[in-house]
């Protein structure tokens, strides 16, 4: 193998490569990104066996040369340690040379360095993905539902179906569940079905916070693919790959109540800004229980601490609708629902004080966050 | 005590009384920061009892109302958590009011916080220091100064008077000077002298660290005034106050060798940045050793680790006299003095492959920095 390549464009595709890769991975070929150089590109890949990631580099974007190909070849280079080097190197190319048992010549302006390589035939293949029924969805779009929802999955491994999302193809509509048991977030896409023998795949928390992290905001399109095992996500150069979990997700579909005894529609920030003031009390306090109070047309927040004081927050309240209520929960997943929202108005709906409350926007049923509860007497 | 402040304003001074605040401290009272309010300023104290900071806050500055008093008064709060509130708060203005056992009411907008205070009586009286005899240098040759030198402090307690800077108040200048025992960081202030009674003060560095994040680039005026045991560093409205380590500093000055065999020109930033490369690979391998080699009128830097590889940087010397050498030094401290030159070209002069060797500006005798080779054969 011998080329040379855009320094700055390769950074970018080497930094994507890595977050496949793990330090704590038990195959130490793992640590490495397999570089493939055929003919006309070069394929990056990296994985931690749960995710793998490969992105292909063309010799030519927008008739700019970003690499040139002088040999074909291949070689797995330690991940982060190499990437370190292409980073610190100077110059706008960089040249990559192998030589003898996987020997690699790196230089660029008046450094060299050589590397120890490894036989990228030791590398495992990865999995095989059917990519014949596609379900598209927008950069944007995706990474705004993986944002929505991926907060509220378990970091416990006691129920290990409950450390991912589940994706639900319904007849009408696709949902996004996470659950921890203790809330949960609920995002519909609408009007948006996607025709598969699969009914639901659960994807690994870990697995979808990488992915948002390799997401912009644009409406570019990303394929996604489903086999029985596996998820590939197709992003422009890059193909993502992620193993699912099994198992069967709880049906949480009977956990929405009906008929709220209160409800209260509040602005999301100035509401959060509250929360977020009065929790700070609550935790210095030692845990993250705050009060809510709507009575008399009034809502209010509050939290005491033996120790430490009390706080006391007015809630500007937009509508409050039904019963009283004194009710008791976790700030923390209060703060998250409601940073999972990105519309100006909430509603929150109780439906009696030990029972779980829903926090919705105002105008749409496409978000449902649900918390549970504590109970303080 | 009852107050009305400016939000944003007393922010930025808590802050800065925050950084005199360890959340190791062994005196209870000393997690907080004292308030002591008089008829017409208020009075900020933190402090973890090596390093005091005391800020005052005056009713109005350039004709802007800061601070209303309505009645005078002290308390001490609970500093990080305090600061916490204040910073979350809405609004311009936030009233402070002390009711009795230092209950304190903080309101904003609609948000009231009653915390538990503790009496003010309680908190330590700070060190008294003699403010007869003034050394003035203005902040941003301080923080220089600080930055040229603190880093070579030692981390280990074994000889405690080498965790400090040793200021030394020469006959026709100063001198500040950190080792430990590996490297040495050395600068003069050449033209400048202080006479007082004290031949030298050996400062912590942990203090020089916290002041030199308060200083600012500018040219404002920074008086520094010493008694047997503390400093006092007055800058603007804030007295920084640190107690001296007591001991023997240990003289260096025998240690600065004449006559080179080897000397060396290159330009500091590049040079820099090759020594960044080659210990990316010294590292890796396990240690930061690199080794310089000065022959046939050509400068080299090369590492090499059996597991990982080799990496050779030729490097642009400007100047080389001498001797041919080879010699091996720890990457890190190379690095650190060079970041302590602020010069574009440097001069390193080698006294043998075992001897001390040092970096200086090409120019200039303010900065020295000496580094102890490696031994590695």
Redesign the interface.
């Known amino acids: 193998m011998k080329i040379s390549i855009k320094r700055q464009y390769f950074i970018e595709q080497l930094n994507h490569c890595l977050k496949a890769i793990s330090p704590r991975t038990t195959l130490p070929i793992l640590n490495g990104i397999k570089i493939d150089v055929s003919d006309d590109q070069m394929i990056l890949t990296g994985s931690d066996s749960e995710i793998s990631i490969e992105i292909t580099i063309p010799a030519e974007i927008d008739n700019e040369e970003i690499l040139e190909i002088e040999e074909p070849g291949s070689v797995v280079l ?1 991940g982060r ?1 190499f990437v ?2 292409i980073k ?3 110059g706008d190319f960089v040249d990559l040379e192998t030589t003898e048992n996987f ?1 690699t010549k790196i230089t660029a302006g ?7 390589g490894n036989d990228s035939n030791q590398y495992p293949l990865l999995p095989e993905v059917n990519d014949a029924d596609s379900l598209v969805l927008s950069s944007a779009v995706l990474k705004t539902i993986i944002n929505q929802t991926n907060f509220a999955v378990s970091l416990s491994e006691t129920r290990p179906v409950l450390t991912g999302v589940n994706w639900n193809f319904n007849k009408d509509n696709i949902s996004f569940t996470a659950t921890d048991s203790h809330r949960l977030a609920l995002r519909r896409l609408l009007d948006k079905t996607f025709n598969t023998e699969i009914s639901n795949a659960i994807i690994p928390g870990k697995s979808l916070s990488e992915l948002s992290k390799i997401l912009t905001d644009s409406d570019e399109d990303v394929e996604i693919n489903l086999s029985q095992n596996q998820v590939l996500f197709t992003y422009g150069n890059m193909r993502f790959i992620s193993r699912l979990l099994e198992g069967n997700y709880p049906d949480t579909s009977r956990l929405f109540p009906e008929n709220y005894e209160t409800k209260v529609s509040v602005n999301n920030s100035e509401f959060y ?2 929360i ?2 009065v929790s ?2 609550a935790r ?1 306090g030692g845990n993250n229980v705050i009060r809510m109070t709507v009575e008399n047309n009034n809502v209010e927040l509050t939290s005491n601490s033996p ?10 309240a937009s509508a409050i609708e039904g019963e009283d209520i004194k009710i008791s929960f976790n700030s923390k997943y209060m703060m998250e629902a409601l940073r999972a929202i990105q519309d100006e108005e909430v509603t929150i709906e109780f439906f009696g004080t030990m029972r779980p409350f829903t926090i919705t926007p105002s105008e749409s049923s496409e978000v449902v966050q649900l918390i549970l509860p504590i109970r303080t007497y």
């Open positions: 330690t340690f370190d080097i610190k190197l100077s020997q008046k450094s060299e360095f050589n590397l120890s800004h509250a977020d003031r700070l009390l210095e120790e430490v004081g009390t706080v006391n927050e007015a809630v500007n």
